[in-house]
Protein backbone atom coordinates (compact mmCIF):
# COMPACT_ATOMS: atom_id res chain seq x y z
CA UNK A 1 0.00 0.00 0.00
CA UNK A 2 1.19 2.83 -1.15
CA UNK A 3 2.18 6.25 1.35
CA UNK A 4 -0.18 8.13 -0.29
CA UNK A 5 -3.32 5.61 -0.22
CA UNK A 6 -2.24 5.06 3.98
CA UNK A 7 -2.66 8.79 4.56
CA UNK A 8 -5.75 8.61 2.82
CA UNK A 9 -7.31 5.95 4.94
CA UNK A 10 -6.46 7.74 7.96
CA UNK A 11 -7.19 10.98 7.74
CA UNK A 12 -9.98 10.80 5.07
CA UNK A 13 -10.51 12.58 1.06
CA UNK A 14 -9.22 15.82 2.07
CA UNK A 15 -8.38 18.18 -1.27
CA UNK A 16 -4.80 18.67 -1.94
CA UNK A 17 -4.92 22.62 -1.26
CA UNK A 18 -6.87 22.58 1.62
CA UNK A 19 -4.02 21.46 4.16
CA UNK A 20 -2.26 24.28 2.70
CA UNK A 21 -4.65 26.68 3.19
CA UNK A 22 -5.55 25.69 6.95
CA UNK A 23 -2.30 25.91 7.84
CA UNK A 24 -1.77 29.62 6.33
CA UNK A 25 -4.91 30.60 8.17
CA UNK A 26 -3.39 28.82 11.12
CA UNK A 27 -0.09 31.24 10.96
CA UNK A 28 -2.25 34.31 10.57
CA UNK A 29 -3.99 33.28 13.73
CA UNK A 30 -0.62 33.06 15.84
CA UNK A 31 0.43 36.88 14.36
CA UNK A 32 -2.73 38.08 15.96
CA UNK A 33 -1.02 36.08 19.45
CA UNK A 34 1.85 37.78 18.62
CA UNK A 35 0.51 41.28 18.28
CA UNK A 36 -1.89 40.65 21.53
CA UNK A 37 1.32 39.67 23.58
CA UNK A 38 3.41 42.63 22.25
CA UNK A 39 0.12 44.56 23.75
CA UNK A 40 0.20 42.75 27.31
CA UNK A 41 3.75 42.97 27.26
CA UNK A 42 3.90 46.48 27.20
CA UNK A 43 1.32 47.18 29.67
CA UNK A 44 2.63 44.79 32.48
CA UNK A 45 5.53 43.09 31.31
CA UNK A 46 6.86 40.36 29.67
CA UNK A 47 6.97 38.36 33.29
CA UNK A 48 3.48 38.76 34.00
CA UNK A 49 1.79 38.17 30.92
CA UNK A 50 3.52 35.03 30.14
CA UNK A 51 2.85 33.68 33.70
CA UNK A 52 -0.28 34.74 33.58
CA UNK A 53 -0.98 33.51 30.15
CA UNK A 54 0.78 29.82 30.98
CA UNK A 55 -1.95 30.02 34.19
CA UNK A 56 -4.79 30.70 31.70
CA UNK A 57 -3.64 27.52 29.20
CA UNK A 58 -3.02 25.29 31.77
CA UNK A 59 -6.68 25.44 32.92
CA UNK A 60 -8.04 24.95 29.57
CA UNK A 61 -5.28 21.70 28.73
CA UNK A 62 -6.19 20.56 31.95
CA UNK A 63 -9.81 20.47 31.45
CA UNK A 64 -9.53 19.34 27.77
CA UNK A 65 -6.60 16.51 28.94
CA UNK A 66 -9.59 15.57 31.55
CA UNK A 67 -12.60 15.60 29.32
CA UNK A 68 -10.52 12.87 27.13
CA UNK A 69 -8.89 9.59 27.71
CA UNK A 70 -5.52 10.06 29.49
CA UNK A 71 -2.65 7.98 30.77
CA UNK A 72 -0.46 9.13 33.40
CA UNK A 73 3.32 9.80 31.92
CA UNK A 74 6.25 8.15 33.17
CA UNK A 75 8.85 9.87 35.31
CA UNK A 76 10.86 10.13 32.37
CA UNK A 77 8.28 11.28 30.09
CA UNK A 78 7.58 13.65 33.35
CA UNK A 79 11.44 15.15 32.95
CA UNK A 80 10.88 15.84 29.36
CA UNK A 81 8.11 17.73 29.81
CA UNK A 82 9.87 19.82 32.91
CA UNK A 83 13.30 20.20 30.49
CA UNK A 84 11.44 21.68 27.46
CA UNK A 85 8.91 23.34 29.72
CA UNK A 86 11.84 25.35 31.37
CA UNK A 87 13.32 26.20 27.56
CA UNK A 88 10.20 26.86 26.11
CA UNK A 89 10.10 29.53 28.89
CA UNK A 90 13.63 31.01 28.14
CA UNK A 91 11.98 31.03 24.91
CA UNK A 92 9.14 33.20 25.87
CA UNK A 93 10.79 35.68 27.65
CA UNK A 94 13.74 36.18 25.51
CA UNK A 95 10.98 36.54 22.63
CA UNK A 96 8.33 38.86 23.67
CA UNK A 97 10.94 41.20 25.50
CA UNK A 98 12.49 41.68 22.51
CA UNK A 99 8.96 42.27 20.63
CA UNK A 100 8.23 44.54 22.98
CA UNK A 101 11.57 46.92 21.85
CA UNK A 102 11.13 45.73 17.75
CA UNK A 103 8.54 46.33 15.28
CA UNK A 104 6.50 43.23 14.91
CA UNK A 105 7.91 42.52 11.49
CA UNK A 106 11.48 42.68 12.35
CA UNK A 107 11.09 40.33 15.46
CA UNK A 108 9.11 37.96 13.20
CA UNK A 109 11.72 38.05 10.74
CA UNK A 110 14.73 37.77 13.44
CA UNK A 111 12.70 34.74 14.63
CA UNK A 112 12.76 32.55 11.28
CA UNK A 113 16.17 31.99 11.73
CA UNK A 114 15.60 29.00 14.35
CA UNK A 115 15.57 26.33 12.34
CA UNK A 116 19.10 26.91 10.87
CA UNK A 117 20.37 26.58 14.72
CA UNK A 118 18.04 23.44 14.63
CA UNK A 119 19.88 22.01 12.14
CA UNK A 120 23.32 22.37 13.58
CA UNK A 121 21.67 21.23 17.07
CA UNK A 122 20.61 18.32 15.29
CA UNK A 123 24.25 17.44 14.58
CA UNK A 124 25.72 18.12 17.60
CA UNK A 125 23.16 16.64 19.99
CA UNK A 126 21.55 13.74 17.45
CA UNK A 127 25.07 12.96 15.78
CA UNK A 128 23.74 13.70 12.48
CA UNK A 129 25.40 14.94 9.68
CA UNK A 130 25.65 18.60 8.64
CA UNK A 131 24.77 18.70 4.61
CA UNK A 132 25.87 20.86 2.31
CA UNK A 133 22.34 22.55 1.89
CA UNK A 134 22.44 23.78 6.31
CA UNK A 135 25.87 25.48 5.07
CA UNK A 136 24.37 27.62 2.78
CA UNK A 137 21.46 28.05 4.61
CA UNK A 138 23.34 29.53 7.59
CA UNK A 139 24.93 31.70 5.04
CA UNK A 140 21.81 33.14 3.58
CA UNK A 141 20.41 33.25 7.63
CA UNK A 142 23.84 35.14 8.57
CA UNK A 143 24.06 38.06 6.28
CA UNK A 144 19.93 38.15 6.54
CA UNK A 145 20.56 38.74 10.46
CA UNK A 146 23.27 41.36 9.86
CA UNK A 147 21.54 43.37 7.38
CA UNK A 148 18.64 44.16 9.82
CA UNK A 149 20.85 44.42 12.33
CA UNK A 150 22.85 46.99 9.92
CA UNK A 151 19.07 48.84 9.60
CA UNK A 152 19.32 49.48 13.16
CA UNK A 153 22.19 51.54 12.91
CA UNK A 154 21.96 55.46 12.28
CA UNK A 155 18.70 55.65 14.60
CA UNK A 156 20.28 57.28 17.34
CA UNK A 157 17.67 56.95 19.73
CA UNK A 158 16.02 53.78 18.90
CA UNK A 159 19.02 51.89 17.91
CA UNK A 160 20.27 50.73 21.41
CA UNK A 161 16.77 49.28 22.47
CA UNK A 162 16.38 48.19 19.22
CA UNK A 163 20.02 46.29 19.81
CA UNK A 164 19.06 44.56 23.34
CA UNK A 165 15.76 43.49 21.66
CA UNK A 166 17.55 42.23 18.75
CA UNK A 167 19.97 40.15 20.92
CA UNK A 168 16.94 38.64 23.22
CA UNK A 169 15.45 37.86 19.52
CA UNK A 170 18.54 35.91 18.73
CA UNK A 171 18.90 34.58 21.94
CA UNK A 172 15.20 33.00 22.17
CA UNK A 173 16.03 31.52 18.56
CA UNK A 174 18.71 29.54 19.89
CA UNK A 175 16.97 28.17 22.48
CA UNK A 176 14.19 27.54 20.19
CA UNK A 177 16.18 25.73 17.57
CA UNK A 178 16.67 23.12 20.83
CA UNK A 179 12.89 23.42 21.33
CA UNK A 180 12.58 21.76 17.67
CA UNK A 181 14.74 18.95 18.92
CA UNK A 182 12.88 18.33 22.60
CA UNK A 183 9.41 18.81 20.40
CA UNK A 184 10.13 15.81 18.15
CA UNK A 185 11.02 13.70 21.10
CA UNK A 186 8.26 14.68 22.71
CA UNK A 187 6.03 13.83 20.27
CA UNK A 188 7.20 10.51 20.02
CA UNK A 189 6.56 9.83 23.67
CA UNK A 190 3.22 11.47 24.65
CA UNK A 191 -0.44 13.13 23.05
CA UNK A 192 -0.36 16.81 22.03
CA UNK A 193 -3.17 17.68 24.61
CA UNK A 194 -0.01 16.17 27.64
CA UNK A 195 1.95 18.12 26.09
CA UNK A 196 0.45 21.28 26.14
CA UNK A 197 -1.14 20.70 29.58
CA UNK A 198 2.27 19.60 30.93
CA UNK A 199 4.28 22.51 29.49
CA UNK A 200 2.12 25.41 30.52
CA UNK A 201 1.69 23.73 34.15
CA UNK A 202 5.58 23.36 33.85
CA UNK A 203 6.10 26.76 32.73
CA UNK A 204 3.19 28.41 35.42
CA UNK A 205 5.17 26.61 38.05
CA UNK A 206 8.73 27.43 36.90
CA UNK A 207 8.17 31.31 36.99
CA UNK A 208 5.59 31.55 39.84
CA UNK A 209 8.56 30.62 42.19
CA UNK A 210 9.61 34.44 41.49
CA UNK A 211 5.64 35.59 41.61
CA UNK A 212 6.20 36.36 45.47
CA UNK A 213 8.60 39.66 44.32
CA UNK A 214 7.27 39.91 40.98
CA UNK A 215 3.92 39.01 40.22
CA UNK A 216 1.17 41.92 39.97
CA UNK A 217 -2.41 41.36 39.57
CA UNK A 218 -3.86 41.97 35.96
CA UNK A 219 -6.06 44.88 35.61
CA UNK A 220 -9.61 44.41 34.54
CA UNK A 221 -9.11 45.65 31.15
CA UNK A 222 -6.45 43.30 29.95
CA UNK A 223 -8.22 39.70 30.69
CA UNK A 224 -10.44 39.99 27.07
CA UNK A 225 -6.85 40.35 25.43
CA UNK A 226 -5.56 37.51 27.56
CA UNK A 227 -8.43 35.32 26.55
CA UNK A 228 -7.77 36.04 23.65
CA UNK A 229 -4.33 35.06 23.40
CA UNK A 230 -4.99 32.04 24.84
CA UNK A 231 -7.93 31.48 22.56
CA UNK A 232 -5.89 32.16 19.35
CA UNK A 233 -3.05 29.77 20.36
CA UNK A 234 -5.24 26.98 20.95
CA UNK A 235 -6.84 27.56 17.56
CA UNK A 236 -3.59 28.31 15.82
CA UNK A 237 -2.55 24.83 17.44
CA UNK A 238 -5.26 23.23 16.52
CA UNK A 239 -5.56 23.96 12.57
CA UNK A 240 -1.54 23.60 12.32
CA UNK A 241 -1.48 20.13 14.02
CA UNK A 242 -4.80 18.85 11.73
CA UNK A 243 -2.67 20.41 8.12
CA UNK A 244 0.50 18.62 9.00
CA UNK A 245 -1.77 14.89 9.82
CA UNK A 246 -2.53 15.17 6.08
CA UNK A 247 -0.07 17.26 4.03
CA UNK A 248 3.80 16.79 3.93
CA UNK A 249 5.98 19.19 5.73
CA UNK A 250 7.63 20.20 2.26
CA UNK A 251 4.29 21.94 1.19
CA UNK A 252 3.44 23.70 4.52
CA UNK A 253 6.70 24.60 5.73
CA UNK A 254 6.64 27.90 3.16
CA UNK A 255 3.14 29.07 4.63
CA UNK A 256 5.03 29.29 8.13
CA UNK A 257 6.63 32.62 6.28
CA UNK A 258 3.52 34.36 5.39
CA UNK A 259 3.70 35.36 9.35
CA UNK A 260 6.05 37.77 7.62
CA UNK A 261 3.37 39.60 6.16
CA UNK A 262 1.26 39.46 8.75
CA UNK A 263 3.30 41.26 11.05
CA UNK A 264 3.99 43.92 8.59
CA UNK A 265 0.36 44.56 8.68
CA UNK A 266 -0.65 44.11 12.26
CA UNK A 267 2.32 46.34 13.20
CA UNK A 268 1.25 49.03 11.01
CA UNK A 269 -2.26 48.62 11.90
CA UNK A 270 -2.18 48.55 15.53
CA UNK A 271 1.38 50.14 16.49
CA UNK A 272 2.07 52.29 13.63
CA UNK A 273 4.78 50.43 12.63
CA UNK A 274 6.65 50.54 9.34
CA UNK A 275 8.74 47.80 7.81
CA UNK A 276 12.17 49.25 6.18
CA UNK A 277 14.30 47.59 3.47
CA UNK A 278 17.28 45.89 5.47
CA UNK A 279 14.37 44.46 7.51
CA UNK A 280 12.59 43.26 4.35
CA UNK A 281 15.59 42.50 2.82
CA UNK A 282 17.06 40.62 5.72
CA UNK A 283 13.80 38.68 6.46
CA UNK A 284 13.71 37.22 2.73
CA UNK A 285 17.32 36.34 2.89
CA UNK A 286 16.33 34.46 6.22
CA UNK A 287 13.44 32.60 4.52
CA UNK A 288 15.43 31.52 1.83
CA UNK A 289 17.87 30.24 4.16
CA UNK A 290 15.18 28.61 5.99
CA UNK A 291 13.77 27.11 2.80
CA UNK A 292 17.04 25.13 2.06
CA UNK A 293 17.16 23.96 5.25
CA UNK A 294 14.25 22.25 4.78
CA UNK A 295 15.51 20.48 1.67
CA UNK A 296 17.94 19.19 4.28
CA UNK A 297 15.71 18.12 7.24
CA UNK A 298 12.04 18.58 6.46
CA UNK A 299 11.33 17.76 9.78
CA UNK A 300 13.53 20.17 12.09
CA UNK A 301 12.60 22.86 9.64
CA UNK A 302 9.02 22.14 10.32
CA UNK A 303 7.61 25.51 12.27
CA UNK A 304 6.61 24.49 16.08
CA UNK A 305 5.31 27.59 17.26
CA UNK A 306 2.22 26.44 17.50
CA UNK A 307 3.21 24.52 20.90
CA UNK A 308 4.84 27.10 22.71
Known amino acids: ????????SLTGAVSPMTPVLVCAF???????????????????????????RSMVATVVAGAAWSAGSRSKPTVAVLRLHALRAAVVGIVLICFFWGLARLPLAEAIGLSFIAPLFALFLAALLLGERIRRQAIWASLAGIAGVAIIMAGQFGQAAYSHDAMLGTAAVLVSTVFYGYNL???????????????MLFQNLCVAIILGLAAPWLAVALPTNLWLPLAGVTVLSLAGQFLMSWSYARAEAQYLIPTEYSAFI????LGW???DEEATWTTLTGACLI???CLIAARANPKLAEPIEATV
Open 1 to 8: MSDAVKTS
Open 26 to 52: AIFLLSGMDAAMKTLVIAVGVYNTVLW
Open 181 to 195: ILARQQAQLAKPIEI
Open 262 to 265: WAIA
Open 269 to 271: FFF
Open 287 to 289: VAG
